[in-house]
């Protein structure tokens, strides 16, 4: 199984601050044919699932505000909002799809100090 | 798109875990997507547990942590698809989702709890 690491666990920052959250995967997810990364980012609040923010490593799904960006390639990834916003208060989980079973990163935890 | 749950909230332990995944907007016999049951809880995270797709013919593909207890199964006639986890303990509570995947999952079911207790 491709195993998901996530970090910092927790993060607070302040209101218009960048945040950063990175992903590492213990083998490559960088499928060589078509020279694209099978890994998605996404926003979990409190009591909803999930919510697709990013795949291909990097496109961002239709909506989703452009201050979210990702960024990487073969094993390490990363998530960035440009300017924190107070909605922007999360969960945040990496997960591969290059192979299964499908694996997600244990969650970064992003906070508003 | 939208995939709507229905299940029970409480099982009892070795009991069988049964919920219901309803699809809109999409067809459980695409050749595009595969539908997937993925559970979380404080103690595992997100754990996918597995999946159903066609492509020509049925596939199914389980985690190796269940796969001996597990069943998802689609059903065209209601478009939708459920899943069974026989021999259920408090392990097995958990928040259950649903979800379609093109790849990345990018529709959710909003979720079951689901509480294993006598």
């Known amino acids: 199984d491709i195993v998901m690491t996530q970090s910092p666990d927790s993060l607070a920052l302040s209101l218009g601050e960048r945040a950063t959250i990175n992903c590492k995967s213990s083998?490559?997810?960088?499928?060589?044919?078509?020279?694209?990364?099978?890994l998605a980012w996404y926003q979990q609040k409190p009591g909803q699932p999930p919510k697709l923010l990013i795949y291909?490593?990097?496109t961002r799904e239709s909506g989703v505000p452009d201050r979210f960006s990702g960024s990487g390639s073969g094993t390490d990834f990363t998530l960035t909002v440009s300017s924190l916003q107070a909605e922007d208060v999360a969960v945040y989980y990496c997960?591969?799809?290059?192979?299964?079973?499908?694996?997600f990163g244990q969650g970064t935890k992003l906070e508003i100090k | 798109v939208q995939l709507q749950q229905s299940g029970p909230g409480l099982v009892k332990p070795s009991q069988t875990l049964s919920l219901t995944c309803a699809i809109s907007?999409?067809?459980?016999?695409?050749?595009?997507?595969?539908w997937n049951w993925i559970r979380q809880s404080p103690s595992r995270g997100l754990e996918w547990l597995g999946r159903?797709?066609?492509?020509?013919?049925?596939?199914?593909d389980y985690a190796v942590s269940v796969k001996s207890r597990i069943t998802i199964n689609p059903d065209t006639s209601k478009n939708h698809f459920s899943l069974q986890l026989n021999s259920v303990t408090p392990e097995d509570t958990a928040v259950y989702y649903c979800?379609?995947?093109?790849?990345?999952?990018?529709?959710w079911g909003k979720g079951t709890t689901v509480t294993v207790s006598s």
């Open positions: 979800a379609r995947d093109r790849y990345y999952m990018d529709v």
């Open positions: 997960q591969q799809y290059f192979s299964s079973p499908r694996t």
């Open positions: 291909w490593a990097s």
């Open positions: 159903t797709y066609y492509r020509s013919n049925w596939y199914h």
């Open positions: 907007g999409d067809s459980v016999s695409s050749d595009s997507a595969a």
């Open positions: 083998q490559s997810v960088l499928y060589s044919s078509n020279s694209k990364n099978y």
